[in-house]
Structures are given as C-alpha cells and as structure tokens.
C-alpha cells in the first residue's frame, strides 16, 4: 500500500500542471506570463509554485456564503506563506435560498463547472469554498473528477437563532412557528421578530440540517482539515483554519496528494458511520451515494441502512436532538470529539488532506459536554438515524428519518390521500373541508428527479390546517421527493423509482390501504397485483418539462434517488479516465 504521503513520491516544479502553462520557452507560455504580468505579476511571484486555484461559491444570492468574499483572502495568506501562487475562480454558489425550482437541479451543474473549471485552468491544487446544502456535494463531486489535489473548506454554521431569549434553529423552528401560524397561534407581529432572529449571521444553516450533515461528511471522508466543519463562520477560528488551508494545500500539491488517495472504501464507510452518528440529513444518502461514484466506489442504500442498525445518534443536535444546534457541538469538541466516540465503528488508518490518518488526526481529541456529544452507551437514539424501506410501493426503496417522527407513525396502516403534483397539495391542504384525519397517509407524487424537476424539498407535507387546530403535528407522509434536513415527522422520501417515470407510486389511488413497518423495513400499497396492472396499462406518460437547454440535458441524464442523481455520463463508470486538456 502506497497511500501514505511519506511513501508517495514527491512532485518536483517541473511535473506541475501550471509548468506546461508558464515554464516553456514558446508562444503560448510567453501569452500566459504576459498575461499574468498584465495583472501585476512578476516572474517571483509564480516561478517554481504551484498555482492554487481557490474555488469560490460566494455571491450575493447566498447568505450561506456571505463572509466567502473575505474568507478568501485568508486562504490568499495561507497559500502565500507556504510558498504557493494563490488565483480565484468564483463558480455558482448553488443558494439554497433563492434557487428555483430547486438547488437540486443545479448541484451537478456546479459539479460540473468546478471539474472543468479546474481541468481548463493551469491549477495544480484547488481549495474548495463551500457549505450551503448542495455545494458541498458539487464541489467534491467536481473535484474528484477533476483529479488534482483538493482541500474543502466548509463555510461554517452561523450563529444561533434568537427570538425573545429563545433559541432558534435554521428551518426547524420556521416550519414548528409556521404550523403554529397557521393554527392562529402566532401573530402577524411575532412573526416578522421571528423573521429578523432566525438568521443572525453569515454562514450556513446551524441545525444538524444538509449543510451541517454534508461538510461532517466531508471530514470524514477525509477531505478537510481535522475539525473544519465545525467551527462557527463568524468565529475568528474560522479565519485561522482558512489560513491553514491555504498552507495546506501547497505541501498537498507536492505530496502529490490526490482524491482517489483519500476516497476510498474506507473513506466512504467512515463517513456513513458519521452522518449516522450526527443523526443526518436524509439527503446524506442521494449525495454520498454519488459523491463515492465519481470516486470509484460502488455504495448504495443497504449501506446505509446497515450502519443505522448500528451505530447510535449520539449528537443531540436539532432537529433529532431537542435542544442544541451546531455552536454547542463546536464547543463541545467537535467533529473529532464525535469521531473519538466512535472508534470502534470507523477505519482508522484511512488516509485524510492532512496527510495523517481519522486515527491520529482524532487523537487526544476531548468531549466537553456529554450532553451535546453522548456516549454510545448513553445515545439519543439506539439506532435508526435512516432507514431504507422496500415494498411494492418502493421496489428500489425509499428513506425515513425514525429519529425525527413520532413513535406511533412507525408501525401504521392508513387510507392514502393522493395529490399528483404540489400545486394541487398547496390548493387543497388549508381547505377546512378537506375529507382527511390523522390515520391519513398523505401522498404527493411528480416531484422526483424528472418529476419535480430536480425533487424539490417538498417531502414534509404540510398537515392539513383542520388537523392543526385539533392539535395534530405529525402524519405518515410519503412522496418521491427530498426534504430539508432540517425538516421532520413522519416522511417517506425518495420513492424509486419515482411516479413521473411510471414508478408504483403513480398507481396509487386515494382510499387505498398504505401499510408502513419501519422495523421491519417494509411499505406496501394493499391492491391486489390485477388491479395494479390495469392501473399500470391506463398511465398516460406525462409531457417532458423542458424542451431545450440545461433542463433538456438534465431531464435526459439524470439517474434515480437510490442511484445518487448523477448525470450518468458522469460517473467513474461511465468511460475511461478524462485526460489532460491540450494547451496548444
Ligand atoms: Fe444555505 Fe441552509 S440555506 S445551508
């Protein structure tokens, strides 16, 4: 085994890409160093270094990365003082806050600009600005396939939410103090304080939502520094661990320090074993799933769903914990806190950018609050962070958080309540008429990968207003979409295949028995196999959404939930490695 950085050869100034750009005595180099002098470059400033290229999200549409236009140059010093020559390259920043339909459908429209961005670019080591839900996943995507040594920086929680000396969380308390507006609960004057307190600061969601699942997830696989996702975006460690970044990634790029070296197998287990732990975003799974195919390795939902028969929540985090949010998890050690509490279940020679093991990267590291970080034997929950249900309704599977639902909504045989698409959800469910009642299982369909488009986080239904008043909070709720992690209750998600593309779901019918055994990881429509073939015989194929652009390449490459809604020609698998673009 040669992964080790010490048992990898190191790289010498001519072996680097950007020597094929600026090094040779020819026309084209002379383009390149003109060019750079016509940016106030002198020859001191690149010679002999290796040219990082920071890959920045930042923009005016996403608050998650509001602080990324100064971080930067944090990450400047660091490459600066390690001897490398620092140049950004801002991508789209995927804001989950204001992209429609959904930032789902643009996740491997970033994905892909960062992989060609960095390949076109004379880069020889990048440094991965992100954190909002989907850069995460798009920036690691790219890079993998890109190939060049990588470090991620993740953006950071921001500070806690506050609402009259309450402790607010990102999404969670909006959708809690929502239903309580709705039930005429909350009045127009609190809801505008609840408005200016949730979000206090720059930085990304601070509950254990997507962001805070997938850049956990990124330390666990190994591609940030030891206890980066955790530090808060406006604390000034954040401005020292970019920095640190910065130094890092010139010693990766003579280590030769690439993705494939740190994502493996290995890599990949430790990180479902994490997100487990952390009590994760259901949408872990679509993310991780096709972030390990661009790396080569084949994970898929029984994975998953093995890890969560084993491995406790111990972090008592919202929205599966009652009570903290990412600030305490910070000052409660950590992610390398968290890790330490689980050796037993994580690989601990697997290699990470540091250029040292998860095993000696966690060291020593210290839980101050047992509370906030449990013990294994102490959880929040014994298991069950995920669980992957199959059945006649989901034949390629589907995904509950039991963490975040009621206890009484595991084991439950229900009518179905049927909507075909979100606009007729959103007209019907305040309708006081609505014939509806808690044993309800609510069913949205056509918003899957191809029926959304881009399966918007439409998946935790909104409970029909006249349960409200009677005090209801949760219903068994089922649809071929995603919801925000920081959602909760008792939804069935990612239904594959989905209903658009003639899955079972589309067979369904209000009225019909829907049958759910979360222990027994069974979801079953109770109609007989004649009647779904007639069923199946009378579907009309629904119209195509779009007809030309993105939208057309998407609707005509994207895969299914379980498969990690990649592109397919983008996988590992798809083709031979992608070589080196001609510079001439
Ligand atoms: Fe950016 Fe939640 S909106 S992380």
């Known amino acids: 085994m040669n992964a080790h950085p010490k048992n990898h050869p190191a790289k010498t100034p001519d072996q680097l890409r950007s020597a094929r750009y600026f090094a040779h005595d020819d026309l084209r180099s002379f383009g390149h160093r003109s060019r750079l002098r016509q940016m106030g470059y002198a020859p001191e400033d690149w010679v002999g270094k290796p040219v990082i290229g920071i890959i920045n999200t930042w923009s005016d549409f996403n608050p998650c990365h509001g602080h990324f236009k100064d971080r930067v140059e944090d990450v400047k010093r660091g490459v600066l003082q390690a001897g490398g020559f620092p140049l950004e390259l801002p991508v789209h920043s995927a804001s989950e806050t204001f992209l429609k339909p959904t930032s789902m459908l643009y996740r491997n429209f970033l994905a892909m600009e960062v992989e060609e961005g960095i390949r076109a670019h004379p880069i020889d080591g990048a440094v991965l600005m992100g954190g909002c839900d989907k850069s995460t996943p798009a920036l690691l995507m790219g890079a993998t396939s890109a190939g060049v040594p990588a470090i991620y920086l993740p953006a950071g929680p921001m500070l806690r939410g506050n609402w009259k000396g309450k402790t607010l969380g990102s999404g969670s308390d909006?959708?809690?103090?929502?239903?309580e507006r709705r039930a005429g609960n909350i009045d127009e004057t609190a809801w505008g304080e609840i408005e200016g307190g949730i979000a206090r600061s720059f930085g990304h969601c601070m509950t254990m939502g997507t962001a805070s699942t997938m850049t956990a997830i990124a330390e666990a696989i190994g591609m940030t520094l030891s206890?980066?996702?955790?530090?808060?975006?406006?604390?000034?460690?954040?401005?020292?661990?970019?920095?640190?970044?910065g130094r890092r990634i010139v010693e990766m790029?003579?280590?030769d320090l690439t993705p494939d070296r740190i994502q493996t197998r290995k890599a990949y287990e430790n990180a479902i074993t994490v997100a487990m732990a952390m009590g994760c975003s259901t949408n872990a799974i679509i993310h991780l799933i096709a972030q390990a195919r661009r790396a080569g390795v084949d994970i898929g939902l029984d994975d998953f769903d093995k890890a969560s028969r084993l491995v406790p929540v111990i972090a008592n985090v919202r929205p599966s914990g009652d009570a903290y949010l990412m600030e305490d998890f910070y000052f409660a050690g950590g992610l390398p806190a968290l890790m330490g509490r689980l050796t037993g279940h994580l690989h601990l020679d697997a290699l990470t950018v540091t250029g040292r093991t998860v095993g000696e990267n966690i060291a020593g590291a210290t839980v101050y609050n047992d509370d906030v970080i449990r013990t294994v034997e102490n959880p929040i929950y014994a298991e069950g962070a995920l669980a992957v249900l199959r059945g006649n309704l989901a034949p390629d599977g589907c995904v509950i958080k039991p963490s975040a639902c009621a206890p009484h909504l595991r084991v439950h045989t229900g009518p179905a309540l049927v909507f075909d698409d979100y606009p007729s959800m959103k007209a019907a469910i305040d309708d006081e008429d609505l014939d509806v009642t808690p044993d309800h299982v609510l069913v949205l369909r056509n918003a899957g990968p191809l029926g959304g488009p881009g399966m918007?986080?439409?998946?935790?239904?909104?409970?029909?207003?006249k349960l409200i008043k009677q005090g209801v909070r949760d219903m068994l709720r089922i649809s071929d979409s995603r919801m925000s992690g920081t959602s909760y209750g008792a939804c069935i998600l990612h239904v594959a295949p989905e209903s658009y593309v003639g899955g079972p779901l589309a067979l369904l019918r209000t009225g019909d028995l829907v049958s759910v055994d979360v222990p027994n990881r069974r979801i079953d429509m109770q109609v007989d196999e004649a009647e779904l073939a007639a069923r199946r015989a009378a579907l009309v194929p629904p119209p195509p959404h779009y007809e030309r652009g993105y939208g057309w390449m998407f609707s005509r490459h994207i895969k299914q939930a379980h498969e990690g809604c990649d592109f397919d020609f983008l996988e590992t698998s798809f083709g031979a490695p992608v070589g080196e673009p001609s510079i001439y």
């Open 227 to 245: 206890g980066a996702s955790s530090v808060p975006a406006a604390d000034a460690g954040h401005n020292r661990m970019a920095a640190a970044c």
């Open 253 to 255: 790029v003579w280590e």
């Open 174 to 179: 909006a959708w809690k103090f929502w239903d």
């Open 456 to 465: 918007p986080e439409w998946g935790m239904l909104p409970i029909p207003r």
